[in-house]
């Protein structure tokens, strides 16, 4: 909050443990007409990525949440974005009464599809088995020799692909990594 507020950043701080709330009033307080989830244990995340499944939201207006982590999940889990409208995110605020879900935010959304239009966004190749997220001391080595190959941060999604074609070894750091599974 300090680093925002010293660079004139916009920012918001709500609930600890209930992020649903928490995201929910940083987009009403911002007047967010979209709202763009993307979690901090995905350092590795491209934007274009995030404009892939944003423009895919705004394309079809009847779109309530458009995700790359939908089944058939195929990229990389740690490349994860969600979209959705401010309407269906405080529809999901207003009924989701789990406060399990409401950690992880949009649990009541993907499980509700008879109440809200889910689409799932694609890569043309299965890229599932890969983990890109940092949750384990495996998941930081692996993104930690991806960010020591390169000389600047500003690297694609497609650019760390081709560096793994190189040094495919280096997906077995965090191979045997379970994910946590959400309630």
């Known amino acids: 909050v300090g680093l925002c507020s010293s ?8 609930s ?16 967010a007409d979209i709202v763009v989830r993307i979690t901090s244990d995905c350092p590795l995340i491209d934007p274009e990525i995030i404009d892939l499944v944003v423009q895919e939201l705004l394309k079809d207006g009847s779109l309530d ?23 269906t995110l ?17 649990p009541y959304i ?16 299965d890229l599932s088995h890969m983990r890109w997220t940092v949750d384990t001391r495996e998941d930081l080595e692996f993104v930690r020799r991806i960010y020591n190959h390169f000389e600047h941060d500003h690297f694609s999604w497609r650019e760390v692909l081709d560096l793994l074609e190189e040094h495919p070894e280096w997906l077995e750091i965090n191979k045997s990594v379970k994910q946590k599974e959400v309630p």
């Open 65 to 87: 949440y458009v995700s790359n982590t939908l089944p058939p999940r195929t990229f990389p889990r740690g490349i994860d974005v969600e979209a959705m409208t401010f309407k």
């Open 110 to 125: 993907r499980r509700a599809p008879e109440k809200f239009k889910l689409k799932a966004v694609t890569n043309e190749k």
């Open 7 to 14: 660079r004139g950043w916009a920012h918001f701080r709500g």
């Open 16 to 31: 600890e443990d209930d992020v649903l709330d928490r995201y929910y009033q940083a987009a009403k307080r911002h007047h």
């Open 90 to 106: 405080e529809r999901a605020w207003q009924e989701d009464k789990n406060s399990a879900w409401r950690e992880h935010v949009t």
